[in-house]
């Protein structure tokens, strides 16, 4: 029984010690940070399991009054006690040699890649939907987002990528509220042996979100638009509106026009790519004669076929199944009177 307790426990640590590597080298996984989490839940049961068999002993080592000759004994527990909270200063504090090893990090390599919504942004995907909610200052903007399922049946790898975000009238973006996860923490994906980038996926919002200097745009209410500017500076400064846009692509969605071998270059996707991405847009109104709280966001237009510019064309000549992706994003808004005054 106990060899199988000490198989069990160095299996436990391996899983632990391996996930770990992998937290720390490789982009964001949920199957790795969830694997890492159970198994390191596993070591601490079987460390407190052990303990508590071996109780007795480890009374009679840390417990108990140390013999007055053994004062080898006391300095090494005096020295762990030390060592020990050092370490945990270090890491609460972030102080050398920790900061050094955090840079070392897949994150502290890549933090101008990855990206985190605001901590006030929640969102849930199930099935077909994605649900998002987002308060700040008095004002509650909820969206839901309908996929069809039917254009995906007859795929099995299709590949959806979105992302929703608040501009202002000079197309500067405000804060950016979602974006698919597989695109969230590095700036590449891997799509039937074809690596292609983030902007190329979502070539309208990563030229407008990644293409911008930090300290060169001017929101309309003269804010200026830095990389910690949000939906909450805007309503702090009384911006009476803004747009939210959603742009979303479905990989290897090519059709009669969009196509690698068509005749006109400029409608030729990347391998990978199909027909291009989609823009909505809804613009929502903080004036205080407002009246609406329901906004359907309507197709504005699409982006780049091969995403090497964040241009949008304003036309549908030539789309098909990409505009059937969604059937329905609806935005709901409500606020304070202390925001509209």
Request: aromatic share 8%; proline share 3%.
């Amino acid at each position: 029984m106990r060899s199988i307790g000490v198989i069990f426990i160095a299996g436990v640590i391996l899983v632990v010690a391996i996930t770990g590597i992998m937290c720390f080298l490789l982009p964001f996984s949920s199957v790795t940070t969830n694997t890492h989490l159970v198994f390191a839940l596993l070591m601490v049961i079987a460390t407190i399991w052990h303990l508590i068999e071996r109780r007795e002993v480890f009374g009679r080592h840390v417990v108990r009054t140390t013999p007055s000759g053994d004062g080898n004994n006391a300095h090494a527990k005096l020295l762990a006690i030390v060592v020990l909270t050092a370490i945990g200063l270090a890491c609460l504090m972030n102080l050398q040699p920790v900061r050094s090893l955090s840079a070392l990090s897949y994150e502290g390599r890549n933090k101008h890649v990855i990206f985190r919504s605001h901590p006030d942004v929640v969102y849930d995907e199930v099935g077909d939907q994605l649900k998002l909610l987002k308060g700040s200052g008095g004002l509650v903007v909820s969206m839901e987002v309908d996929m069809r399922a039917e254009q995906f049946e007859e795929s099995n790898d299709a590949e959806v990528f979105m992302a929703i975000w608040a501009e202002d009238d000079n197309g500067n973006v405000i804060e950016t509220l979602f974006l698919s996860e597989s695109l969230c923490f590095k700036d590449h994906y891997l799509f039937n042996g074809n690596t292609l980038t983030r902007q190329q996926i979502l070539p309208v919002w990563s030229h407008r979100e990644f293409g911008r200097k930090d300290d060169e745009v001017d929101a309309v209410s003269s804010a200026t638009i830095t990389r910690s500017f949000s939906l909450n500076t805007v309503l702090r400064d009384k911006l009476r509106g803004f747009h939210i846009k959603m742009e979303v692509n479905r990989l290897g969605d090519i059709n009669d026009t969009f196509r690698p071998d068509s005749a006109l270059e400029f409608m030729r996707p990347l391998p990978g790519l199909g027909q291009p991405s989609i823009v909505y847009t809804a613009f929502l109104d903080l004036h205080e004669d407002h009246i609406e709280r329901y906004f359907l966001l309507k197709y504005e237009g699409h982006g780049a076929p091969a995403g090497d510019d964040g241009f949008i064309t304003y036309g549908h000549e030539g789309l098909t199944t990409a505009r059937k992706v969604v059937d329905k994003a609806l935005l709901h808004i409500e606020f304070a009177d202390k925001v509209i005054d």
